[in-house]
């Protein structure tokens, strides 16, 4: 595990290329602007009011930036208004200075729990404006403004010897990408078994949930199969504890991605937190920012964090392999003699699992060149150069989002084992954590 307190930014230190957005600097820039209309008098600057006036700049930003509003279901008149009425990137960026300045009128010295999120998010707004209108930042800079995170420096001679153990167990005269994606692909599900190895799948992890979790009666998702996507898997929150759940097709899926899809878009990943989301935050706590998901945001910390950890949560110890091996293996017509080896496999891929962030941060950050990413995700990722592509294309379009994924799910087990040694259930920490608006730094801390 990575020394987590080593890696978390405590602040969000906003300093960007080309000069320095400090919030001195923030304040005068919006005390100079006069034509913003979300700047709330100080009398008046309630949490419910920003919190509106949030989830409007955030459908304002989407209309720029069409990956930023990943899920909405809030007032349609607001998402209507945003289109119709679309203001520019120059007068989103006054919004969002204006509501920095009512946030810090609103939160004072002691913010909540609540004021302190919507601080972030719109900081991390404020980011994305900048972004969408031309600034530059490098992989640090925009990770910690936007997702309030920074990863670690890495030791490549550790990834190196993790390559090293990967060889010998599956050995050849191939290059190690190849014999890996060779034996993964001799694990793919047949197309035709698509669709009943992953109900399956998804039954069990939504089963292994509901043993733990009261979701609502009308909770449900559709499942639908896709291609020509930069991700795996997706989960489209529709609101009302409804989700469509897309997996890309482009390439063979292996037996093992199925409990993780299923985890991770369903349950007790996306969907579920999306459900809890709505019922317990937006819905009972009336906090009508959480009507909106932006995804470039510090809630996609535990968002991602949470998807992937849930895997663990639902399936702990030898509890997935051995699922696979006796039920979907069979179900997919495939040899359960080889569910040992490819457990075995997996254990060693997920120490290069950072590897991830380190091609995106060199490649975004131009010390290397497209063809360089490729190579090191072919090398460090063990995939083909079809899949490392696709790679290189999920890192082009979502940047340094990636690090929600492991340095995410790095941040949910060590809050989990937390509350755990504490005496917490480990399903009643995880639950709490997604009920409670934590960015990274918090999650760190928070006790």
């Not at 000069?19 to 005390?31: F, K, M, R, V, Y």
């Not at 100080?42 to 990943?70: Q, R």
């Not at 989960?235 to 504890?241: A, E, L, P, S, T």
Request: glycine content about 6%; overall charge negative; hydrophobic content about 40%.
């Amino acid at each position: 595990m990575i020394k987590i307190a080593a890696v978390i930014v405590a602040g969000l230190a906003l300093a960007a290329c080309g000069g320095d957005i400090s919030s001195e600097n923030q304040t005068q820039t919006a005390n100079a602007t006069t034509d913003s209309h979300v700047a709330v008098a100080v009398d008046a600057a309630s949490l419910d009011a920003i919190g509106e006036e949030f989830v409007k700049l955030a459908l304002g930003v989407g209309v720029h930036d069409a990956a930023f509003v990943d899920a909405y279901h809030g007032p349609e008149e607001w998402a209507e208004a945003a289109k119709s009425q679309a203001r520019s990137l120059d007068a989103l960026e006054s919004d969002a200075q204006g509501l920095l300045i009512s946030l810090a009128r609103a939160n004072g010295d002691d913010p909540s729990i609540r004021g302190a999120m919507l601080e972030k998010l719109t900081r991390a707004a404020l980011t994305r404006i900048q972004m969408t209108g031309g600034d530059q930042f490098t992989f640090n800079e925009e990770t910690r403004l936007l997702y309030d995170a920074v990863a670690p420096e890495y030791d490549i001679a550790l990834f190196d010897a993790t390559l090293v153990e990967i060889d010998a167990l599956i050995p050849g005269d191939t290059p190690l990408n190849e014999r890996v994606d060779n034996f993964r692909n001799s694990l793919a599900i047949p197309s035709e078994k698509l669709q009943a190895v992953f109900d399956a799948a998804i039954a069990e992890c939504r089963a292994r949930t509901l043993a733990h979790y009261d979701l609502p009666d009308n909770e449900r998702f559709d499942l639908e199969f896709v291609n020509d996507k930069p991700w795996s898997g997706y989960n489209w929150y529709q609101g009302d504890y409804h989700s469509l759940i897309q997996v890309n097709t482009d390439f063979p899926i292996i037996i093992d991605r199925a409990v993780d899809l299923g985890c991770h878009e369903g349950y007790p990943g996306h969907h579920t937190w999306n459900i809890m989301l709505e019922r317990d935050i937006l819905n009972e706590a009336g906090w009508i920012e959480y009507s909106v998901y932006p995804l470039f945001s510090p809630m996609s910390v535990t968002a991602e964090g949470s998807a992937n950890y849930g895997i663990q949560l639902a399936f702990p110890g030898d509890e997935k392999i051995a699922f696979e091996r006796d039920v979907l293996f069979p179900l997919a017509g495939l040899d359960p003699a080889e569910a040992g080896r490819l457990e075995q496999l997996n254990k060693l891929r997920s120490k290069l699992s950072h590897a991830r962030n380190h091609v995106a941060r060199e490649y975004l950050d131009g010390r290397i060149n497209r063809d360089e990413a490729i190579e090191m995700n072919m090398k460090y990722r063990l995939e083909s150069r079809e899949r490392a592509e696709q790679g290189v294309r999920f890192i082009e379009t979502y940047r340094g989002y990636v690090l929600n994924y492991n340095l995410g799910r790095d941040l949910v087990e060590d809050y989990v084992a937390r509350k755990a040694a504490g005496g917490m259930d480990r399903w009643d920490a995880f639950e709490k954590l997604l009920t409670t608006p934590l960015s990274a730094s918090d999650i760190e801390s928070e006790l």
